[in-house]
């Protein structure tokens, strides 16, 4: 039986990288078993859609390489939505404006941008919430 997941990301991964890199693996997990499944990252979470910065883990030899990016790209392709939210990217020196060249290629196909009010959507849409 699918359910409809939601899980959000909201934990700075410079404080804590491995609660990013679980909510992350649990999010394409549940991808991978079928389920509904859309994402919202906040606060300083963002920085996971960040190109740069996840080339910076893959590259510096503590998870598998290219376990993340692999990660991301299940996300990207399976979930039925992934949010960022706006004030926190912005605070994080990214707007749709620059975000061509910062975040993962196509993100304005698969991304959609807001702040709390899809929070309280994605929320109220489904019936299991995850929180790293």
């Not at 991964?13 to 693996?25: M, S, T």
């Not at 990016?69 to 020196?93: E, F, H, P, R």
Request: charged share 20%; hydrophobic share 40%.
């Amino acid at each position: 039986m699918n359910k409809k997941f939601f899980v959000k990301l909201v934990t700075d991964p410079e404080v804590d990288l491995r609660k990013c890199i679980v909510g992350l693996a649990c999010g394409a997990q549940a991808i991978k078993d079928g389920h509904d499944v859309s994402m919202f990252f906040a606060s300083n979470a963002v920085r996971m859609l960040n190109l740069n910065y996840l080339d910076e883990i893959n590259e510096g030899g503590m998870f598998p390489e290219n376990m993340i990016l692999d990660m991301m790209n299940v996300v990207i392709k399976g979930a039925t939505n992934v949010y960022c939210s706006t004030g926190s990217q912005k605070a994080n020196g990214i707007t749709p404006e620059n975000a061509a060249g910062n975040l993962l290629d196509g993100w304005n196909d698969w991304m959609t941008w807001s702040g709390p009010p899809g929070v309280i959507k994605l929320s109220l849409s489904s019936e299991i919430q995850l929180v790293y």
